[in-house]
C-alpha cells in the first residue's frame, strides 16, 4: 500500500527533533538511565522475570545482540 508523503508530517518531525535535542541539551528533559543485561538475547528472558517481580525501577533495560563479547 503506498501511502503519499505529506510535507506537513516531514516539517512536524523536523521541529520535533529539534526541540528534543534542544530539552534534552539543557537537561529539561531527562532519558531513564540504562542498565545493559548480558547474554544477548537470552539475557532478555531475566529481564522480562525481574520486571515482572517489580526489580527493575526507572531503568531502561538493554540488551546487544551484535558484537557481543560477553
Known amino acids: 500500500m503506498d501511502v503519499p508523503a505529506k510535507p ?8 520535533f527533533g529539534d526541540l528534543a535535542t534542544e530539552l ?9 538511565p ?15 522475570s ?4 517489580g ?3 526507572r531503568e531502561k533495560l538493554v540488551y546487544r545482540i551484535l558484537g557481543e563479547t560477553a
Open 24 to 32: 534534552l541539551a539543557s537537561q529539561k528533559f531527562v532519558v531513564h
Open 50 to 53: 525481574e520486571l515482572e517481580a
Open 8 to 15: 506537513e508530517d516531514f516539517e512536524f518531525a523536523r521541529e
Open 55 to 57: 526489580k527493575v525501577n
Open 34 to 48: 540504562v542498565k545493559v543485561g548480558s547474554h544477548g538475547l537470552e539475557g532478555v528472558i531475566d529481564g522480562l
